[in-house]
Structures are given as structure tokens and as C-alpha cells.
């Protein structure tokens, strides 16, 4: 079945970076987009950023250029650049794929950003 595992969040300070990875199987991940959502306390669920099966990103407003998506096929794994992080940055981290018309979520890694 489909997993999804991710890893990385933790408490820094504000400018500070981070790397979120997402550990991926149970199905073809070269195949698949896949995107990274965050949520923040009190507040809906949002899409922080996307990545096509050929490695075509979008993000956010509020995180271009300051985040960075990127994938590695070999390893199964999505990662997650974060740089110049900023307290509205932090919530819990989610890692997404789609497949079969079903939506699969990991379970979430919490990033902490304190000034």
C-alpha cells in the first residue's frame, strides 16, 4: 500500500533553513506529482508547493523563492529545501501524492520557527 513518511521539521530560529524529506512507496513514484501541504495552528490545510513526474515545480506565493521542491526517483524520496524560514512558516508539514483517484497523506512533520 501506499506510504508515505516524512521527516526533517524541528525547532530553529527565524532565517534559519531546514530540509523536510518524504520517504515514498507502494507505488510508482517516478510516475506520479507530488506535492508538500502545511498546516498551521487554527488554520486550514494549504499547498505550500508541487512537483510533476518530470520534475516541474510551482509554489506558493508565500513560499517562492525562499523554498525550494526537488525529488529523487532513485531513492523514492521528495525533499523539501526550506531557507529563510519565518514564523509564519510554522505548522506541520505534509507530504501528498495522488494515485488511482485516491489522496494519500503522510502523517506529518511539525517545523517550529521561533524569533
Known amino acids: 500500500q501506499v506510504q508515505l513518511v516524512e521527516s526533517g521539521g524541528g525547532l530553529v530560529q527565524a532565517g534559519e533553513s531546514l530540509r523536510l524529506s518524504c520517504a515514498a512507496s507502494?507505488?510508482?513514484?517516478?510516475?506520479?506529482?507530488m506535492a508538500w501541504y502545511r498546516q498551521a495552528p487554527g488554520k486550514e490545510r494549504e499547498l505550500v508547493a508541487t512537483?510533476?513526474?518530470?520534475?516541474?515545480?510551482n509554489y506558493d506565493h508565500s513560499v517562492k523563492g525562499r523554498f525550494s521542491v526537488s525529488r529523487d526517483n532513485a531513492k523514492t524520496t521528495m525533499y523539501l529545501q526550506m531557507n529563510s524560514l519565518q514564523a509564519e512558516d510554522t505548522a506541520i508539514y505534509y507530504c501528498?501524492?495522488?494515485?488511482?483517484?485516491?489522496?494519500?497523506w503522510g502523517k506529518g512533520t511539525p517545523v517550529t520557527v521561533s524569533t
Open positions: 501528498y501524492v495522488l494515485q488511482s483517484g485516491v489522496h494519500y
Open positions: 507502494g507505488f510508482i513514484f517516478n510516475m506520479l506529482n
Open positions: 512537483i510533476s513526474s518530470t520534475g516541474s515545480t
